[in-house]
Nanobody, 128 residues
Framework: VQLVESGGGLVQAGGSLRLSCAAS????????VGWFRQAPGKEREFVAR??????????NYGDSVKGRFTISRENAKNTVYLQMNNLIPEDTAVYYC????????????????????WGQGTQVTVSS
C-alpha cells in the first residue's frame, strides 16, 4: 500500500496550491481520506476529510481552513485532491494524506491514530 502526496511548494500569501494524494495497493474509493498538516513544534492537525457513499460523499473541514480549502476525489485515478486558496503564512506545514477503511463519525476521523495508511508528506510554505 502506498500513498504519495505531491503539489507542495513555496507560494506567496493569497496564492493557491493543489495537493494530490495518489494511492496504490488498496481500493482507495472505499476508504475515507483525510488531509492533515504538521508545523514545526506543533501537533498534527486535521485539515479535511472525504468519505464516499457510492455517488455521494461526506466532506468536513477543520475550522482554520473552512471557506479556503476544498477536498475532492477522482476515483478513476485513485486520487484525492486538496485545493488550497487564499493561503496565509499560518498554513505553512508538511501536509499528509491518510486513508481509513472504517466508517467513523467526524470526531473520530479527525484523530490521526484512526488512520491505517499515510503518505510521506509534502511541504507547503507560504511567505508573507
Amino acid at each position: 500500500v502506498q500513498l504519495v502526496e505531491s503539489g507542495g511548494g513555496l507560494v506567496q500569501a493569497g496564492g493557491s496550491l493543489r495537493l494530490s494524494c495518489a494511492a496504490s495497493g488498496i481500493a482507495f474509493s472505499t476508504y475515507a481520506v483525510g488531509w492533515f498538516r504538521q508545523a514545526p513544534g506543533k501537533e498534527r492537525e486535521f485539515v479535511a476529510r472525504i468519505r464516499s457513499y457510492g455517488a455521494s460523499a461526506t466532506i468536513n473541514y477543520g475550522d482554520s481552513v473552512k471557506g479556503r480549502f476544498t477536498i475532492s476525489r477522482e476515483n478513476a485515478k485513485n486520487t484525492v485532491y486538496l485545493q488550497m486558496n487564499n493561503l496565509i503564512p499560518e498554513d505553512t506545514a508538511v501536509y499528509y494524506c491518510a486513508a481509513d477503511r472504517s466508517a467513523r463519525e467526524l470526531r473520530d476521523q479527525m484523530l490521526p491514530s484512526n488512520y491505517e495508511y499515510w503518505g510521506q508528506g509534502t511541504q507547503v510554505t507560504v511567505s508573507s
